[in-house]
């Protein structure tokens, strides 16, 4: 079987984009049921519970660049270079790197708002500051894992 | 499909940039989640709990190091060993080494770091540098599977 470079290229970025989407999914479902039990309770802290359950939602918009800079820029750039074959395979490899970074760290952030919300009632709303700079520790992850990937195609010559 | 060395080798570079985001996403997670208790209880230790929850952050650096590491240096020497398809396959064999190493001890230093971030109200704080000593333990290893990658790619003669 003969798999074309710039589609194992296409495959990486649609994979990125795949991890990304489930991350933002899952993360905002476990701080929106968390969510839905605080609102049940305390319905004045809709306005706080929508700022921590919609913190995983970058994750969509990441993983989004990740594929549209493959389409546009490295897939032509891909025959350009010595041997295509193993490059798309590289792409491949780095759009797997990148979906894992985007899944793993959107679940786990959602954890963490999800803890935040429900520690709103008790601390009357204060505890959103504290809880936003927790959950963006993890966000961190997600943005380096986006620029290390495009540090690594500029390495390979690729954009 | 004819995967080439190189390919394999940057695979191994990837898997062990994915272990490492995974694992500091997950550890910090896991520390965030006590963050965010015990600072709805008392806000006064948001400094400690910002330095225990982000100790698991250094493997994305690892990890990143690696792949670096990969894609200069062991990239242009895999085509001058006598046999590339085999040392390609060794370098993605050591990135996996490294990333099994990056991901568990990621996640199990968030558990040490959420251990000491719950104990931080009942000891006023004062358990920060032994929990920091604790947390170290972890990290040793992590640090050990970097060394290690190098210095198995320094003995297949590809650094």
């Known amino acids: 079987m003969l798999v074309d470079p710039a589609a194992l290229a296409t495959l990486g970025g649609t994979i990125s984009l795949a991890g990304g989407l489930v991350g933002s999914s899952w993360g905002m479902a476990v701080a929106g049921s968390a969510g839905v039990a605080m609102l049940a309770q305390n319905p004045r802290q809709r306005k706080n519970v929508i700022i921590l359950a919609s913190l995983p939602m970058s994750r ?14 490295v897939s032509p750039s891909l025959n350009a270079i010595a041997e295509p074959e193993g490059a798309g395979f590289a792409v491949l490899a780095m759009g797997i790197m990148a979906s894992v970074a985007f899944a793993v760290s959107g679940i786990y952030q959602g954890s963490v708002c999800a803890a935040g919300i429900a520690f709103l009632a008790k601390t009357n709303g204060k505890i959103l500051t504290n809880s936003i700079t927790l959950a963006v520790f993890v966000e961190l992850v997600a943005v380096l894992g986006l620029v290390f990937t495009i540090i690594a195609l500029n390495i390979l010559g690729l954009m | 499909m004819n995967i080439s060395a190189a390919s394999l080798a940057i695979l191994g570079g990837a898997l062990a940039l994915a272990g490492g985001l995974g694992g500091a996403a997950i550890g910090m997670a896991m520390a965030g989640y006590s963050g965010v208790a015990t600072l709805a209880i008392d806000p006064k230790h948001l400094k400690s709990v910002i330095i225990l929850a982000a100790l698991p952050m250094s493997r ?73 000593m604790l947390a170290v333990f972890v990290e040793l290893l992590a640090v050990l599977g970097l060394v290690f990658t190098i210095l198995s790619l320094s003995l297949l003669d590809l650094m």
């Open chain 2, 60 to 132: 994305v650096f690892y990890g990143f190091i690696i792949l670096i590491f990969v894609l200069t240096t062991v990239l242009p020497k895999i085509y001058l060993m006598p046999e590339p398809g085999g040392s390609g396959f060794a370098v993605a064999a050591c990135g996996l080494i490294s990333a099994a190493a990056f991901s568990f001890s990621g996640i199990y230093q968030g558990h040490v770091c959420s251990a000491g971030i719950s104990a931080l109200i009942k000891t006023k704080g004062r358990i920060l540098t032994n929990s920091i």
């Open chain 1, 60 to 73: 969509v918009f990441y993983s989004f660049i990740i594929l549209i800079l493959i389409v546009n820029t």
